[in-house]
């Protein structure tokens, strides 16, 4: 099964952790990394947050990116 890191990026570019996960399909990681990304936005409670939230793939190549603002303006 194919394994993708998830890379919250932000303008500051301070450095956050990646999570990996394996994951049969992109399909599969852009379901996990939307999850992702609303449980971020739960956790900062209405401060506002920039950036993007990167799926790589194994060799740590863009596969896809969902920008955070994005998200949040969809949410509300």
Same mark, same amino acid.
């Given at each position: ?6 890379r919250?990026? !932000? $303008?500051? /570019?301070?450095?956050?952790?990646? @999570? ?9 990681? &852009?379901? #996990? ?13 209405? !401060? $506002?947050? /920039?950036?993007?939230?990167?799926? @790589? ?9 969902? &920008?955070? #603002? ?7």
């Amino acid at each position: 099964m194919p394994a993708y890191r998830f890379r919250l990026c !932000t $303008p500051d /570019r301070h450095p956050h952790t990646a @999570e990996r996960r394996e994951l049969p399909d992109l399909r599969q990681a &852009l379901i #996990a990394g939307h999850s992702l990304a609303r449980a971020l936005l739960r956790h900062r409670h209405g !401060t $506002p947050v /920039r950036g993007s939230l990167d799926i @790589e793939d194994d060799g740590n190549q863009p596969v896809a990116r969902i &920008l955070v #603002a994005d998200l949040a303006r969809q949410l509300s």
